[in-house]
T-cell receptor, first 114, second 109 residues
């Protein structure tokens, strides 16, 4: 069966510090991978998606970047965090045998920037 | 661009029915989805409806789709305290979904 893991689950970082959130998927190959951010009052915002190794599409301009060094690994990074980067970050994948277009989400990483 | 709108809060009493409404703009979506997010967790697909259907029933859940008005609703019968969560409406295809802001359902005993 397929599983998705993301870590760390909770992170408190000072403004200006770097960020690295990691996500891995098991039990499937060549998944589409996504990073979403859930900020209070703003719902779920798609940040990046990837259809293959090294292929990253950005939905909104921002202080963050994403990389996909391996087929089932997706990393969200920042060189210098801003207060506005605080939020709940969700990794997801699609392409499984379930409902067409269904997304499978990780448990999330809560980032607080102070 | 595409947009999905839903009310932010809904409060019901245990045993009552809950109805969560959603409007969307992209009429080309193949599926429309309802996802559920429990506190501190990721989202899970709750149910979905194919765009050429009007209604889908799955145990306590009923999804109604009005394509003319681009209106989607989720009805939860006999709402339980375990149904307390945030419910997201979503549209799209190929995994590139547009989500609403989520409706927080509170169930009071």
């Amino acid at each position: 069966s397929q599983t998705i893991h993301q870590w760390p689950a909770t992170l408190v970082q000072p403004v200006g510090s770097p960020l690295s959130l990691e996500c891995t998927v098991e039990g499937t190959s060549n998944p589409n991978l996504y990073w979403y951010r859930q900020a209070a009052g703003r719902g779920l915002q798609l940040l990046f998606y990837s259809v293959g190794i090294g292929q990253i599409s950005s939905e909104v301009p921002q202080n963050l970047s994403a990389s996909r060094p391996q087929d089932r690994q997706f990393i969200l990074s920042s060189k210098k965090l801003l207060l506005s980067d605080s939020g709940f970050y969700l990794c997801a994948w699609s392409g499984g045998a379930g409902v067409a277009g269904e997304l499978f989400f990780g448990e999330g990483s809560r980032l607080t920037v102070l | 661009g595409e947009d999905v709108e839903q009310s932010l809060f809904l409060s019901v009493r245990e045993g009552d029915s809950s109805v969560i409404n959603c409007t969307y703009t992209d009429s080309s979506s193949t599926y429309l989805y309802w996802y559920k997010q429990e506190p501190g967790a990721g989202l899970q697909l709750l149910t979905y409806i194919f765009s050429n259907m009007d209604m889908k029933q799955d145990q306590r859940l009923t999804v109604l789709l009005n394509k003319k008005d681009k209106h989607l609703s989720l009805r939860i019968a006999d709402t339980q305290t375990g149904d307390s969560a945030i419910y997201f409406c979503a549209e799209g295809s190929q995994g590139n979904l547009i989500f609403g802001k989520g409706t927080k359902l509170s169930v009071k005993p």
